[in-house]
């Protein structure tokens, strides 16, 4: 495993494994009722950190094989990432069955950037028409996101 790479996984396997009860403990209608600032839920906060997850693995993946800088899509631009969690009806899943994906997406992630080709570290994606993102500032900015996510949902549950 690449070196830099280390505390992202250990911190991506680290938080799974703490909040994973910590989520299937949770009441109905707390995480159902509780909205953000951006007006999500919680199960919609971990809707949208399970697309963040497997949208970051074929980005992974896609930057390894594909000509550099990579046209991919960004989900979570002009309000896209709203749309997938509309779409995907977060709100009306099954709790258990969605932690579960939570949790597998991100031990599958911690997985893949484990397996990382070194030589692939500079290979570059376009976030917008304007900037430029390499694998390795996307694969470090990972855990960054999820610890967000996770700290919107402990806001919620002690406001």
Known sequence: MIKEFEPVVQGIL???HEWEPKLLSLPTD???????????TIKQIVGH????????THRIVHLQYQPSPLRFPNYATNGNNDRWIAIQHYQEEDWNEMVSLWVYANLHIAHVIKNID???LDNQWYYSD????????GVIDYLRHFKLHLGEIDELLYS
């Open 130 to 137: 304007e900037k430029l993102v390499s694998l390795k500032d």
């Open 14 to 16: 680290s938080l799974v």
């Open 49 to 56: 950190m399970i697309d963040s997850a497997s949208n970051n």
């Open 118 to 120: 070194p030589s692939m």
């Open 30 to 40: 707390i995480i159902t009722g509780r909205r953000n600032s951006q007006n999500r």
